[in-house]
T-cell receptor
Framework: DTAVSQTPKYLVTQMGNDKSIKCEQN?????MYWYKQDSKKFLKIMFS???????INETVPNRFSPKSPDKAHLNLHINSLELGDSAVYFC?????????????FGDGTRLSIL | SQQGEEDPQALSIQEGENATMNCSYK?????LQWYRQNSGRGLVHLIL?????REKHSGRLRVTLDTSKKSSSLLITASRAADTASYFC???????????FGKGTRLHILP
């Protein structure tokens, strides 16, 4: 009964490939997020959806496209993967998008580009 | 842009001692949160302190907030081996709906 689950846990692929990461939350939250954590542990927000609507879209290359089929799911598709995309990607959710609600995180997807 | 900065970057203490980590930020906040990240895992929310609060407790955790100095501290009392982790502060900025994380403090509890 994991609250926020993301798959896969590890993703190793070649440069130029296209890959997707899936995230699901069973907390009944309205808001979901994607974060990127680099090798120095710096955590940066990429996107946020509230009830399937995109509300935060940070300066992220067009190659990254989030999709939220319903409020319990938020997927991340990455086209033409580059070496610099290697990182840990975290999905998170919060009760709603009102300022600064506590967030619940998945255990991350470790993406390695060869 | 980064809002919170934790200090120190790394901290090693003996089991049973108290651990104190600090966070400084730049702009006005709605609230400040502390999270823990164990190796290979996601972040876990520990405590949230609102801008009109000065101190908050949760078990062995004590958080203070000084909005005049734009700083917060996290105190973990009677540390245990299981407290070994990275600790992040995150600020909810008044004009925004997102929270911004600092770079974290790596805490190592020595047996």
């Amino acid at each position: 009964d994991t609250a926020v689950s993301q798959t896969p846990k590890y993703l190793v692929t070649q440069m130029g490939n296209d890959k997707s990461i899936k995230c699901e939350q069973n907390l009944g939250h309205d808001t979901m997020y994607w974060y990127k954590q680099d090798s120095k542990k710096f955590l940066k927000i990429m996107f946020s959806y509230n009830n399937k609507e995109l509300i935060i879209n940070e300066t992220v290359p067009n190659r990254f496209s989030p999709k939220s089929p319903d409020k319990a799911h938020l997927n991340l598709h990455i086209n033409s993967l580059e070496l610099g995309d290697s990182a840990v990607y975290f999905c998170a959710s919060s009760q709603d998008s009102r300022r600064g609600k506590a967030q619940h995180f998945g255990d991350g997807t470790r993406l390695s580009i060869l | 842009s980064q809002q919170g900065e934790e200090d120190p970057q790394a901290l090693s203490i003996q089991e049973g001692e108290n651990a104190t980590m600090n966070c400084s930020y730049k702009t006005s906040i709605n609230n400040l949160q502390w999270y823990r990240q164990n190796s290979g895992r996601g972040l876990v929310h520990l405590i949230l302190i609102r801008s009109n609060e000065r101190e908050k407790h949760s078990g062995r955790l004590r958080v203070t907030l000084d909005t005049s100095k734009k700083s917060s501290s996290l105190l973990i009392t009677a540390s245990r081996a299981a407290d070994t982790a990275s600790y992040f502060c995150a600020t909810a900025v008044n004009r925004d709906d997102k929270i911004i994380f600092g770079k974290g403090t790596r805490l190592h509890i020595l047996p």
